[in-house]
């Protein structure tokens, strides 16, 4: 039989109630790992359970699919700035003693996906709120759900990353998300009308290419699609990005542990002079390396250096 110390060490992230929440408290909840197939297959499946709005259900009844509604990307990327954020709602909850704004999900029978709140409902983990969960449930479909969380990202307190921007862009590409027009896609990610106009030539024509195995074109990033249109050789069998993303985690776990992160963050000038200081060719090779996925900052920066303001000029 289970001892009570057993049942206490067992008992899920989200019924801990801490008694001061630190940055180490931050819990991110799990993903079901749901695709939009197999939710779409399950909501063809269910009984219409919709019925009344309800204020409130029960913790372990919502989910997280983050292939399906999450667009800011790994959640490992600008992991500080999202802990930060969870930290903060986390303590308003806390100390206020009652519930944020009510999260946007999908009914799939008797079980919610989150649309928008992905943020919130880490906040209530960390907290260890034990009481229900405020929702408001979705009338649409799968996909109408889809875009509505790709825009509760966006305009989100906590923007999303160009990356993630360009990320989104390249994915409602490649499903053709509701049929979407190159201007709706603009307005939805913040990424150009040349870059979309861009993705989807790329699309269209790797899609034609009779040299390509086309099962294997919806995996493809938005920086190897690049690629393999530009003719360069993309190795399927070695994850580079992969690689890359591991020992990217593995800088980033050494800054948080040696508590660099707050002091690169907290003044930009600085920290750009300090990498500067650790090589001269640093700075040349990231504005190198970020060009691709950041072109229109780079043309905007470029616009204000050969145009500077009337009270700049010599």
Do not use: C
């Not at 749901?34 to 909501?43: D, F, M, S, Y």
């Not at 989807?200 to 086309?214: A, F, G, P, S």
């Not at 190795?235 to 800088?251: L, N, R």
């Amino acid at each position: 039989m289970a001892t009570d110390a057993t049942k206490k060490n067992t008992a899920p992230a989200w019924d801990i109630k801490p008694t001061r929440i630190r940055k180490a408290d931050v819990s991110l909840p799990a993903d079901s790992g749901k695709t939009t197939e197999q939710l779409q297959a399950e909501i063809d499946r269910a009984p219409n359970t919709q019925g009344p709005p309800r204020p409130n259900v029960a913790r372990d009844t919502v989910h997280i699919a983050e292939k399906v509604f999450q667009w800011r990307g790994d959640h490992r990327r600008d992991q500080w700035t999202r802990e930060n954020h969870i930290l903060t709602l986390a303590k308003a909850v806390r100390d206020g003693e009652k519930p944020l704004e009510r999260l946007l999900v999908l009914q799939v029978g008797a079980q919610f996906y989150v649309i928008d709140g992905h943020h919130r409902l880490a906040a209530y983990d960390t907290a260890g709120w034990t009481k229900g969960i405020p929702v408001e449930v979705f009338a649409g479909t799968l996909t109408h759900a889809r875009v509505r969380a790709l825009s509760s990202n966006v305009k989100d307190k906590l923007p999303m990353t160009t990356q993630a921007k360009s990320a989104a862009a390249w994915r409602i590409t490649k499903e053709d998300l509701g049929g979407l027009t190159a201007a709706q896609v603009v307005e939805l990610t913040g990424v150009s009308l040349r870059q979309v106009r861009f993705m989807r030539k790329v699309w269209r024509e790797l899609n034609q290419r009779e040299d390509i195995n086309r099962e294997t074109l919806p995996d493809l990033t938005w920086s190897k699609a690049r690629d393999l249109w530009e003719g360069n050789e993309v190795d399927s069998d070695f994850d580079q990005e992969g690689w890359i993303e591991k020992k990217a985690q593995e800088v980033v776990d050494l800054i948080r542990r040696t508590n660099v992160a707050a002091g690169l963050l907290q003044d930009v000038e600085v920290t750009a002079l300090a990498l500067l200081r650790l090589s001269e060719g640093l700075p040349g090779a990231l504005i190198e390396q970020w060009a691709g996925d950041h072109q229109d900052l780079i043309s905007e920066l470029a616009a204000r250096i050969d145009n500077p303001p009337d009270d700049l000029e010599l």
